[in-house]
T-cell receptor, first 112, second 114 residues
Framework: QQQVKQSPQSLIVQKGGISIINCAYE??????FPWYQQFPGKGPALLIA?????SEKKEGRFTISFNKSAKQFSLHIMDSQPGDSATYFC???????????FGTGTRLLVSP | DGGITQSPKYLFRKEGQNVTLSCEQN?????MYWYRQDPGQGLRLIYY???????QKGDIAEGYSVSREKKESFPLTVTSAQKNPTAFYLC?????????????FGEGSRLTVL
């Protein structure tokens, strides 16, 4: 079964710190790796995504680092803010497939 | 306003009853999806549809049914055969056109079985 393993399950970071969430996969057919952000009681929303032909993508305070050989990718949130407190999901899509496989989620709390 | 509307937001059901969750979209997206969210288990795919009058089972389709009679609508029925239906249900769409990994989600429906 296709899987994406996500860690940690929960994370507490002080305001201004760096939040790091990691994901690992096994299926080498995955070709698209998005991260979704979900606030309580809401649906997830696409935050940032990367394809395996690049090792890093940055959008504002959010950066994806991608290690193709290790089959790992991670989300870094720089200068974390209380408004970043949410659940984050990594995901992956296999070439030619119309569905995503999601990680189990990381609940991030940024303390003031 | 373009978007995805799920209803009801909260729903209570007695054991043995079927319930139908509504999902309507005006984004003109062909593909629609139903996910189930449980604490610590992420998002699991129930059913998806890439075109009207066609749909495929996802990873946890047992105890659920769907229809796709219109492009805008993709209702999910939780049947009495679903053993553990209490969960948060999310509907999503995808615009296609090279953006196959980008999902747009509704705000969800929380189903509680009493």
């Amino acid at each position: 079964q296709q899987q994406v393993k996500q860690s940690p399950q929960s994370l507490i970071v002080q305001k201004g710190g760096i939040s790091i969430i990691n994901c690992a996969y096994e299926n080498t057919a995955f070709d698209y790796f998005p991260w979704y952000q979900q606030f309580p009681g809401k649906g997830p929303a696409l935050l940032i995504a990367i394809r395996p032909d690049v090792s890093e993508k940055k959008e504002g305070r959010f950066t994806i680092s991608f290690n193709k050989s290790a089959k790992q990718f991670s989300l870094h949130i720089m200068d974390s803010q209380p408004g970043d407190s949410a659940t984050y999901f990594c995901a992956a899509r296999a070439t030619g497939f119309q569905k995503l496989v999601f990680g189990t989620g990381t609940r991030l709390l940024v303390s003031p | 306003d373009g978007g995805i509307t799920q209803s009801p937001k909260y729903l209570f059901r007695k054991e043995g009853q079927n319930v139908t969750l509504s999902c309507e979209q005006n984004l003109n997206h062909d593909a629609m999806y139903w996910y189930r969210q449980d604490p610590g288990q992420g998002l699991r795919l129930i059913y998806y549809s890439q075109i009207v009058n066609d749909f495929q089972k996802g990873d946890i389709a047992e105890g659920y049914s769907v229809s796709r009679e219109k492009k805008e609508s993709f209702p999910l029925t939780v049947t009495s055969a679903q053993k553990n239906p209490t969960a948060f249900y999310l509907c999503a769409t995808n615009p296609g056109q090279g953006r196959a990994g980008e999902l747009f989600f509704g705000e969800g429906s929380r189903l509680t079985v009493l």
